[in-house]
């Protein structure tokens, strides 16, 4: 996020904006390019390795529940609006 403010008169309060949000802007650059540099090639790897099996489980157990016939569709349909109407 940049952050600037400014007042005085319109050249004094726009020059005050400008540096303020210059200011802002290279803090920001600054504190987030330090916390990706400090993570090693080896831990980043092991975290999307991590990540990704993670995903491909939630992908298997969805696949599970979901992969049902037209029947048992059918039959959910009816068990959600009979406790619907409830």
Same mark, same amino acid.
């Given at each position: 996020?940049?952050?600037?403010?400014?007042?005085?008169?319109? $050249?004094?309060? $726009?020059?005050?904006?400008?540096?303020?949000?210059?200011?802002?802007?290279?803090?920001?650059?600054?504190?987030?390019?330090?916390?990706?540099?400090?993570?090693?090639?080896?831990?980043?790897?092991?975290?999307?390795?991590?990540?990704?099996?993670?995903?491909?489980?939630?992908?298997?157990?969805?696949?599970?529940?979901?992969?049902?016939?037209?029947?048992?569709?059918?039959?959910?349909?009816?068990?959600?609006?009979?406790?619907?109407?409830?």
């Amino acid at each position: 996020m940049i952050i600037g403010f400014g007042f005085g008169n319109p $050249l004094t309060a $726009l020059v005050m904006l400008l540096a303020t949000s210059a200011i802002s802007y290279g803090l920001y650059r600054w504190f987030s390019g330090r916390r990706v540099r400090e993570e090693s090639p080896e831990r980043r790897r092991e975290a999307l390795r991590r990540y990704y099996r993670e995903q491909r489980e939630l992908a298997r157990r969805m696949a599970s529940e979901f992969d049902i016939s037209d029947e048992e569709i059918e039959r959910r349909i009816e068990e959600e609006l009979r406790r619907d109407d409830r």
